[in-house]
């Protein structure tokens, strides 16, 4: 069965300090991995997008690790502030043509205080 | 705004009323998504289409949800006889182009509570 995991569950830092969230999949095949933020209440907003061949990408101060032959992925958050205060969704896009169910994981709730 | 739009935002039915939500995707997005969320958990994948042509169904999606997309523009999920175990967050993304690679892009949903 497809799963994504992620860890911690939640997740409480001081405003400025940085943080690493975790995310384990069993998808196979694989295509692509993706990391949401995901304001209560709100839709999810892409933050990165990373195909099998690539192991970082950077959004600002967010920078997403892959390693697809541990079906690893990462997310570092870098000076947090307030406004990171948010779930954090790992998503995995399946390979193969025609196939466009993506697998969400439960998400890591994160919480920025001052 | 050109993002997605959903409607209504919030829904309050009674059990056993149908209900019916709509989606407007991103223009010229011919990909349309359909995910639920329940509350702690990451949104499932319910249906998506392609232009008009509904290409896949999950198997969370009973006989009481029917999804419809007629003119491969906005989208329109109803539910029937709801249940208490439909609330959730309904979710509605689009994509420029089909294949896991490709962005999509979420509403904001809509909100369904069953009393």
């Known amino acids: 069965k497809n799963q994504v995991e992620q860890s911690p569950q939640s997740l409480i830092i001081l405003e400025g300090k940085n943080c690493t969230l975790q995310c384990n999949y069993t998808v196979s095949p694989f295509s692509n991995l993706r990391w949401y933020k995901q304001d209560t209440g709100r839709g999810p907003v892409s933050l990165t997008i990373m195909t099998f061949s690539e192991n970082t990408k950077s959004n600002g101060r967010y920078t997403a690790t892959l390693d697809a032959d541990t079906k690893q992925s990462s997310l570092h958050i870098t000076a947090s502030q307030l406004s990171d205060s948010a779930s954090y969704i790992c998503?995995?896009?399946?390979?193969?043509?025609?196939?466009?169910?993506?697998?969400f994981g439960t998400g890591t709730r994160l919480t920025i205080i001052p | 705004d050109t993002g997605v739009s959903q409607d209504p935002r919030h829904k309050i039915t009674k059990r056993g009323q149908n209900v019916t939500f709509r989606c407007d995707p991103i223009s010229e997005h011919n990909r349309l998504y359909w995910y639920r969320q329940t509350l702690g958990q990451g949104p499932e994948f319910l249906t998506y289409f392609q232009n008009e042509a509904q290409l896949e169904k999950s198997r969370l999606l009973s006989d009481r949800f029917s999804a419809e997309r007629p003119k491969g523009s906005f989208s329109t999920l109803e539910i029937q006889r709801t249940e208490q175990g439909d609330s959730a967050m309904y979710l509605c993304?689009?994509?420029?182009?089909?294949?896991?690679?490709?962005?999509?892009?979420f509403g904001p949903g809509t909100r369904l509570t069953v009393t």
């Open positions: 998503v995995v896009g399946p390979g193969g043509f025609g196939n466009e169910k993506l697998t």
């Open positions: 993304a689009s994509s420029a182009r089909g294949g896991a690679s490709y962005e999509q892009y």
